[in-house]
C-alpha cells in the first residue's frame, strides 16, 4: 500500500496535453516545416510538469514558442525512448529474470548489446555472452522512460483548469517539390502542363486534419544546424494521389510565394503526397535549335532541342511557378512518348520558360577555325566557319551563340546576329530540308 502511494503522490503534479486541437504545417522547400498546434492541457495552481508528446523526432527544440497561461520556467526534451537497451540500462542494479532452456534470476550487473553479467542469489555471477533464445522478464515500466518523443515543460501558474496552449516549432525531415507533365502536340507549336506538388514527410511525427502551405522560395538558413541534418530511416513509402477537384491557392508572401491547400490534409510520417496545383491548356511555344559554339575545330556537334513559352495570362498561364522538374512527352496523333526531362527555376508570372528536351538526331555540325592573321601588335582577325547538316524532312533554324572574348567587332558575315550582351552573339541560320548550310564570320579583336 504504501509503495501505491507514493505512486500516486509522485504522479499528481504531471499533466498530459490532450490530442491536438488544431494544427497548421508551413513546409519549405529545404528540408524545414514549421508547425503551429493548439493543445488543451489541464493547469494546477502553482507548479505544474505538463508532457506534450507525439512531437517529430526531428523537432529543434530551441525553436519552440509557446503561447498559454502561466509561465514555463523550463523545458525539456526527451527522446530517451524505450526500447531494449535502455530498459536494460534502467535495471542495472535490479533485479531480471531470463527465462530460456534454463531460467537465470539475479541482479543485472552490467547489459552491452547482446551480453549480460548477473548476480544469482548465491552471490555468484553467471556470464551470458550471447542472449540468443532467451526472453527477458522486467517487474515493472521504468517512470522516467517514455515511448514516444516529448517536451516536457515545468509550468508555474496562479490558477488551475484547463487551459488551452499553442505552440510553434520547426522540424526537420520535411519538404515539398513541384512536379510537372508537359505535353506537346503533333505539331510542336502547343502544350499542355499539369503541376503537382510532391509533400515528403520524414520528420518523425504525424499530422492528421492539418492546413497545409507551401513556401516556394530560397530562405536563408543558418549553419552548423546538427539537429535538422536529413537522418537515415528503415521505412516502407506509403503514396497517395489527391483527386483532381483539390485546389491551391497562392499569394504573395515576403519575397515568397505561398501555396495553400484548400482542403485539410494528412501528413504521416513516411508518406510522400501528390496534390494537385493546376492543369493549363493550349500554351502556344517556340520549338528552338540551339547550338553553343566554342571557336574551334571540332566535328559531328549536335544542337540541343528546348521548347520556349512565356508564363502569362493570355497564355493560359500568368501565375509563379515553384521550382521542380519538367517531365517532357510528345502526342504524335498515335501514341503519347516521353521525349525529354528538364529543371524548371522558381519562375514569376510573365517571364520566359525554356525547357531543354534532348539533342536533335538529324542534325550535325562541324566548327573550323579557317584563318587566323595578326594585323598589329594588339590586333588579330580570326575567320570561321560553321557547316549546318539538315537530314530532316523540313526545314529548320538553328541558333548559333558564340560568347566573344576582348574587345571585339564583327567585320564580315554571311548571315545577321543579334548582340545579346557585351560578348555574346546568336545567328539565326535557316537551313532546308536534307541540305546544309555553312555560316562564316571574321572577328577583329583588339587587346
Known amino acids: 500500500m504504501k509503495k501505491i502511494l507514493l505512486l500516486l503522490i509522485a504522479t499528481s503534479m504531471l499533466s498530459f496535453a490532450q490530442e491536438r486541437k488544431e494544427v497548421a504545417v508551413t513546409i519549405y522547400n529545404s528540408n524545414l516545416g514549421v508547425v503551429k498546434e493548439t493543445r488543451e492541457i489541464e493547469l494546477k495552481s502553482g507548479i ?11 523537432i529543434n527544440p530551441s525553436s519552440v514558442k509557446i503561447n498559454l497561461d502561466g509561465t514555463v520556467i523550463e523545458q525539456n526534451y526527451r527522446y530517451d525512448l524505450a526500447n531494449s537497451y535502455s530498459l536494460m540500462q534502467h535495471f542495472v542494479d ?9 531460467t537465470f534470476e539475479g541482479t543485472l550487473i552490467s ?26 522478464s522486467l517487474d515493472y515500466m521504468p517512470e522516467n522512460l517514455l515511448t514516444k518523443p516529448t517536451l516536457v515543460w515545468k509550468v508555474k501558474s496562479n490558477g488551475g483548469g484547463k487551459k488551452d496552449a499553442g505552440l510553434i516549432y520547426q522540424t526537420g525531415g520535411m519538404s515539398w517539390k513541384a512536379e510537372y507533365v508537359a505535353t506537346l502536340n503533333k505539331d510542336d ?20 486534419d492539418a492546413k497545409v502551405k507551401l513556401i516556394a522560395g530560397d530562405i536563408n538558413r543558418a549553419s552548423g544546424i546538427g539537429y535538422m541534418e536529413t537522418r537515415d530511416y528503415d521505412m516502407a513509402y506509403s503514396k497517395s494521389m489527391s483527386a483532381e477537384g483539390d485546389l491551391v491557392s497562392e499569394k504573395s508572401f515576403f519575397e515568397y510565394h505561398i501555396y495553400e491547400l484548400e482542403n485539410k490534409s494528412d501528413l504521416l510520417q513516411n508518406e510522400e503526397k501528390q496534390i494537385g496545383l493546376f492543369n493549363a491548356s493550349d500554351i502556344t511555344v517556340v520549338k528552338k535549335f540551339i547550338y553553343n559554339s566554342n571557336g574551334s575545330n571540332i566535328e559531328n556537334r549536335k544542337p540541343s532541342v528546348s521548347v520556349e513559352f512565356k508564363n502569362a495570362k493570355e497564355n493560359n498561364l500568368g501565375m509563379p511557378l515553384p521550382k521542380g522538374i519538367v517531365r517532357i512527352y510528345k502526342n504524335d496523333g498515335d501514341a503519347v512518348e516521353l521525349i525529354g526531362e528538364d529543371n524548371l527555376d522558381h519562375t514569376p508570372k510573365n517571364e520566359d520558360v525554356e ?34 547538316h539538315n537530314s530532316k524532312e523540313e526545314a529548320v533554324t538553328v541558333e548559333v551563340k ?9 567585320i564580315e558575315k ?17 537551313v532546308p530540308k536534307e541540305k546544309k548550310k555553312t555560316l562564316t564570320y571574321k572577328v577583329r579583336y583588339v587587346q
Open 48 to 58: 505544474t510538469e505538463v508532457l506534450i508528446r507525439d512531437v517529430p523526432t526531428e
Open 94 to 102: 535490479k533485479k531480471i529474470t531470463l527465462v530460456g532452456e534454463k
Open 111 to 136: 547489459a552491452s548489446s547482446n551480453s549480460v553479467v548477473i548476480k544469482d542469489q548465491n552471490g555468484g555471477l553467471v556470464i551470458l555472452p550471447s542472449l540468443e533464445g532467451y526472453n527477458i
Open 189 to 208: 507549336n502547343r502544350l499542355d502542363l499539369n503541376a503537382w506538388v510532391n509533400i515528403t514527410n520524414n520528420s518523425g511525427g504525424s499530422f492528421k
Open 355 to 388: 525547357l531543354k528536351i534532348g539533342d536533335a538526331f538529324d542534325i550535325t555540325i562541324d566548327e573550323k577555325v579557317i584563318s587566323s592573321t595578326k594585323i598589329a601588335d594588339k590586333v588579330q582577325e580570326i575567320e570561321y566557319e560553321v557547316t549546318i
Open 402 to 410: 558564340r560568347n566573344l572574348w576582348g574587345n571585339w567587332t564583327v
Open 414 to 430: 554571311n548571315v545577321d546576329y543579334e548582340k545579346e550582351n557585351a560578348n555574346k552573339i546568336t545567328f539565326k541560320v535557316d
